[in-house]
């Protein structure tokens, strides 16, 4: 006979792991033969180290040397020591203070924070992150792993180009007065892919780090010279005002900038 305790302790580290996490008594470990093939298909409660409880047959355990814990593989640390270096920032970014709301004053005390084992990476729920160089975002673990979604403030410091032009003031494009001209009328007024980009390519953001506080397309006039982030379809983000677009007709700096 080899015992289950006895297989636990003449295997290492895991052997120890699965000691702890065994949620029957010790007594009934020391009678669980592992030469019996009934027990082998046994399935008992078990207990990750982060506190998830799941069932396991005892054959499963010996065989592999990892404990397969349905939670933690949904976790937000497994998807982050998943998926390299992107997945590491996640991770170090992570706070796991909850918020209601991205203006949301976050709950201090250790009680209210979620460990980064116990949500999954496809939780919606909106969490409180800050970057390695200070800056507080907020934002799901869901839109975090969906795509790279970076630091917004880095972003504008590192991606959002300025568009900077020191032509004379125009009134007019063609015979449009561009003061008295909604930009939402002219884009729909015009066929050209220009003008349909346009719209695009409107965020209503005057700020990146504020994604909920936007300018309506609706609201703007032609001559609009406030620098709002547009987002071309590559994703790149860029500063410019609506009189600068409709008179200087650029595309996205950033792929301008990458010809
Ligand atoms: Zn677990
Ligand atoms: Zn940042
Ligand atoms: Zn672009």
Redesign the pocket.
Known sequence: MVSFYDWCIASGKYGQDILNAFQGTLDEMVHLDLMDNNILERSYAFKCMYGHTFEAKIGDIIKTNKLDCKQCNKSLYNWCINNGEYGREVESEYTGIKSKGPMDIELKSNKDRIDIHNIEYNSERSLRW??????V?YGSPLYRVQGVH??????V?EECIEFKSDKPIRLRVGNILLSKTKLYDLCKQKKSLFYKNLLVEWTGMLDIAMPNNTVNIQDVMCDDMRGFIWRCSDGHYWRQSVYSRLTNKNRCLVCLKSI
């Open positions: 800050e970057c390695k160089s200070g800056h975002f970076r630091c917004p403030m880095c972003l410091n």
